[in-house]
């Protein structure tokens, strides 16, 4: 389970006891301004601010790196489809395999755009994700209304999925210990089984859970946790800096 989510909720930080609300409506505050905002640079204080705040939270540099490497990556391929793809102002002409590929301004311009925006809504919501536990986001989610068949199946998900990885693991293990994937035809014919083994293993899993909490007065809903009353320091620092950010976003 710490291989995903990391051991950054087992520390305190500066954010582990602000209410998850007070959170959740500063980052939607934060995504709807770095969406619709026009420059790159508010996206990218965005992001600085939200890697920042992850480092001082206690987050490794590695798992900074491995959280983004994906949406870094989509960002980075943005750039270049709309570099070459898009705009009509010639900036550069490189060849690869005889193919001459003309960069433009005008597309370059939108793929920064886009991947600064990218970048900020990715850093500021793996933030929240890393200052909150999953089970407090998914209650805050419930308070404002989203509904609630989607809480339940992202909290099964999320119980399940670490229950699958640990399978994952023993039937790697042993594949490995029996020289499974010593060459390319026998590793992806021993991923092959690993990936059967654990759809099966799934839909034995969900046939068990779910006769035990029929068994146990289960009804079609989930408990949630209860919010105490918001606190008027926390929601005045929250609006004094989605007040600050938006004043940066209007310049």
Not at 8 to 32: E, N, P, Q, S, Y
Not at 43 to 55: E, I, M
Not at 186 to 206: C, P, Q, Y
Request: charged share 15%; glycine share 10%.
């Amino acid at each position: 389970m710490h291989h995903f989510t990391g051991d950054i909720h087992t520390t305190r930080h500066f954010l582990t006891g602000v209410d998850a609300r007070v959170k959740l409506l500063c980052v939607l505050a934060l995504l709807v301004m770095t969406v619709s905002c026009r420059g790159c640079v508010f996206p990218l204080l965005v992001a600085a601010l939200s890697l920042g705040t992850c480092l001082l939270m206690g987050v490794r540099p590695r798992q900074l790196l491995l959280r983004f490497a994906e949406p870094f990556f989509i960002a980075g391929m943005v750039v270049l489809l709309k570099c070459f793809c898009s705009g009509t102002t010639p900036l550069f002409t490189i060849g690869i395999a005889g193919l001459p590929l003309t960069g433009h301004a005008e597309g370059l311009r939108e793929g920064l755009l886009i991947a600064s925006r990218i970048a900020g809504a990715v850093s500021v919501v793996s933030a929240v994700g890393f200052a909150t536990p999953f089970t407090e986001l998914m209650a805050a989610l419930a308070w404002l209304r989203v509904p609630r068949g989607f809480i339940e199946i992202a909290l099964f998900a999320w119980r399940y999925l670490f229950v699958l990885f640990e399978d994952a693991q023993v039937v790697y293990c042993a594949q490995k210990n029996r020289l499974g994937y010593a060459g390319y035809r026998r590793g992806l014919s021993s991923f092959g089984t690993l990936a059967g083994a654990l759809v099966i293993k799934a839909f034995d899993n969900s046939q068990t859970v779910t006769t035990a909490m029929v068994q146990r007065g289960y009804d079609g809903t989930l408990p949630l946790l209860k919010h105490r009353p918001f606190r008027l320091a926390e929601v005045a620092a929250a609006l004094v800096v989605v007040a600050g950010m938006g004043i940066v976003w209007k310049l």
